[in-house]
């Protein structure tokens, strides 16, 4: 037992530096020739932490194998609060104009590009050049792409961009710029 405590000691101070593991606190009985050695940690900032050294020995033999060495917060340990989603902690004044967030990971106008809806969508290839062809990862679904509904409102047709030349009207095509 002595031999097998100094090796997970020497183990955990293969890991980290010698002086920051502590004193052997105790010994837990993981099954089938498998135990866990725990120390204490002595690092600045981690108090509460333990150093947790698995070993393993086969059934025939008296030789003792390191399998892992981990640092583990124990019941006293700070830790960082639990993970909040975004959604839940922005307050008003946080976002200002220009501002992008990602989308929910339910909206249903959105759907995954490989399948660009998998419905009676448009199918020529002016579509696919637009959505698909541009590597993004997600694209509009049917619902998405529908104008059947804008804020409330229920409309009868998309309105059709108008197309601008980008050129200033004085450039003309001799002049070079």
């Not at 405590?5 to 890991?15: C, D, H, K, M």
Request: glycine content about 8%; proline content about 7%; hydrophobic content about 35%.
């Amino acid at each position: 037992m002595s031999a097998a405590v100094e090796t997970a000691r020497a183990a955990a101070a293969s890991a980290t530096e010698a002086a920051m593991v502590g004193q052997h606190l105790r010994v837990v009985d993981d099954g089938d020739g498998l135990v866990s050695h725990h120390f204490g940690c002595l690092k600045p900032g981690y108090v509460g932490w333990y150093w947790s050294v698995s070993i393993s020995r086969a059934p025939d033999s008296d030789r003792v194998t390191v399998n892992d060495v981990v640092l583990l917060p124990g019941d006293d340990a700070i830790t960082a609060p639990t993970w909040t989603p975004y959604r839940d902690r922005i307050r008003p004044g946080d976002l200002s104009p220009g501002d992008v967030l990602p989308p929910d990971e339910d909206d249903v106008r959105l759907v995954p590009s490989w399948s660009a809806g998998d419905g009676e969508e448009q199918t020529d290839d002016r579509f696919f050049a637009r959505e698909v062809g541009l590597g993004r990862e997600w694209v509009l679904s049917l619902e998405g792409r529908s104008w059947r509904q804008i804020v409330g409102r229920t409309v009868s047709r998309a309105p059709r961009p108008r197309w601008r030349s980008r050129r200033p009207a004085c450039v003309t095509r001799a002049d070079s710029w």
